[in-house]
């Protein structure tokens, strides 16, 4: 039931693109996306809704695809500050009382 | 706004003793919970509520214990700490009742506790 992230650790240099991919098996309603940095409490970046509506965060954007039951995130031109553990909340259809959270996508970025 | 606030910051308890994190928000946030962060295994949700005197048990709610008097507390209490209860816990809130999770959940800093 677990959503499954990929890929589950990513390394970059400072300016390089990356997409990570969330999947689901259950239909989906919305898709929530988080940041946590180490030792830190995960911060919000955004939600994507059922009907294919994408919001961005800086050079920080996403899809949500919800056929296939699928979510993207896409960092550009990534930044020092980018670095941390990425996790995909998905939320069932049906039930907007719980999200069941990826096991989350290690980010680092390097000078 | 001081946001979601959680303490202690930081417990050691023994098997078997029992003790209540406490959470608060001051955002009138109706949505409330608790999860439950260990290494690989991401986010779980405890306890959830929608709202006060309304609460419903998450992924993983045995030994957990919550209620919720007023909108702006939601303390979990553990009834007799076992080592598998070692973990780093969060409380987060949203936006809407009606809406339940669809709005942005402001996580509080977070309880490290360890069970000996």
């Known amino acids: 039931q677990q959503p499954v992230q990929s890929p589950q650790a990513v390394i970059l240099r400072e300016g390089e693109d990356a997409v990570i991919n969330c999947s689901s098996s259950?239909?989906?309603?919305?898709v929530h996306w988080y940041r946590q940095k180490h030792g830190e409490a995960p911060i919000f970046l955004m939600i994507?809704?059922?009907g294919g509506e994408q919001k961005g965060h800086d050079k920080i954007s996403a899809s949500f695809n919800e056929k296939k039951q699928q979510s993207s995130l896409y960092l550009t031109a990534s930044q020092l500050s980018y670095s941390g553990t990425y996790f995909c909340?998905?939320?069932?259809?049906?039930?907007?009382?719980?999200?069941?959270w990826g096991l989350g996508t290690s980010l680092a970025v390097n000078p | 706004n001081a946001g979601v606030t959680q303490t202690p910051k930081f417990q050691v308890l023994k098997t078997g003793q029992s003790m209540t994190l406490q959470c608060a928000q001051d955002?009138?946030?109706?949505?409330m919970s608790w999860y439950r962060q260990d290494p690989g295994m991401g986010l779980r949700l405890i306890h959830y509520?929608?709202?006060?005197?309304?609460?419903d048990q998450g992924e993983v709610p045995n030994g957990y214990n919550v209620s919720r008097s007023t909108t702006e507390d939601f303390p979990l209490r553990l009834l007799s700490a076992a080592p598998s209860q070692t973990s780093v816990y969060f409380c987060?809130?949203?936006?809407?009742?009606?809406?339940?999770?669809?709005?942005?959940?402001?996580f509080g800093p977070g309880t490290r506790l360890t069970v000996l």
């Open positions: 987060a809130s949203s936006y809407s009742m009606q809406r339940g999770v669809r709005d942005t959940q402001y």
């Open positions: 955002m009138n946030h109706e949505y």
């Open positions: 509520s929608v709202g006060a005197g309304i609460t």
């Open positions: 259950k239909a989906l309603y919305s």
């Open positions: 994507l809704l059922k």
């Open positions: 909340g998905p939320e069932p259809a049906g039930n907007n009382r719980k999200l069941i």
